[in-house]
């Protein structure tokens, strides 16, 4: 077997008491404190305690060690943070002993597969027609632009439709 499939079998072998929600698009948020505290939002709304586990502490600490692998990275106590991609893009931070002493902290943010366009930003009524050519222009003439914005709410939807 190829070392890379069988490093994304193990990847998703660790990821399996999360799947239904890491699969699921209207989740955006996994949050796991140790292995027995599992909490997801889903789009639009709150956090919510959902049934899944691991057997136990050190069967999560030992997903946690197989992501940080798979992420060509060591998890351990004088690396106890970890922050980095999976294959899908979303974004995962793992926190370990000594910084975190229950286990393993797992946070997992998802983004949206689809992207929006700035006419879907007028449509939503987040932009104005003047506003969308302005940042066309800019580019179309390959110009940096700064976006600024509360967490979670301008900056990441601003920079996802501008990235293309």
């Given at each position: 077997?190829?070392a890379n499939?069988?490093?994304?079998?193990?990847?998703?072998?660790?990821?399996?008491?999360?799947?239904?929600?890491?699969?699921?698009?209207?989740?955006?948020?996994?949050?796991?404190?140790?292995?027995?505290?599992?909490?997801?939002?889903?789009?639009?709304?709150?956090?919510?305690?959902?049934?899944?586990?691991?057997?136990?502490?050190?069967?999560?600490?030992?997903?946690?060690?197989?992501?940080?692998?798979?992420?060509?990275?060591?998890?351990?106590?004088?690396?106890?943070?970890?922050?980095?991609?999976?294959?899908?893009?979303?974004?995962?931070?793992?926190?370990?002993d000594?910084?975190?002493?229950?286990?393993?902290?797992?946070s997992?943010?998802?983004?949206?597969?689809?992207?929006?366009?700035?006419?879907?930003?007028?449509?939503?009524?987040?932009?104005?027609?003047?506003?969308?050519?302005?940042?066309?222009?800019?580019?179309?003439?390959?110009?940096?632009?700064?976006?600024?914005?509360?967490?979670?709410?301008?900056?990441?939807?601003?920079?996802?439709?501008?990235?293309?």
């Amino acid at each position: 077997m190829d070392a890379n499939v069988l490093d994304h079998e193990l990847l998703n072998a660790s990821l399996n008491p999360i799947a239904p929600w890491v699969d699921d698009p209207e989740v955006t948020d996994i949050l796991v404190y140790g292995s027995r505290n599992v909490y997801i939002r889903r789009r639009g709304g709150g956090f919510e305690g959902v049934g899944a586990k691991w057997r136990t502490d050190d069967d999560l600490m030992t997903a946690a060690k197989t992501i940080g692998r798979h992420m060509g990275r060591q998890l351990n106590s004088r690396a106890p943070i970890l922050d980095a991609r999976l294959p899908d893009k979303s974004r995962v931070n793992i926190i370990i002993d000594p910084c975190y002493n229950r286990g393993a902290c797992i946070s997992i943010r998802k983004f949206p597969k689809d992207k929006f366009s700035l006419d879907d930003l007028v449509c939503f009524g987040s932009m104005d027609d003047a506003g969308t050519e302005i940042l066309s222009a800019i580019m179309r003439l390959g110009k940096n632009i700064l976006i600024s914005g509360k967490f979670r709410s301008s900056l990441v939807f601003g920079k996802m439709t501008l990235s293309g």
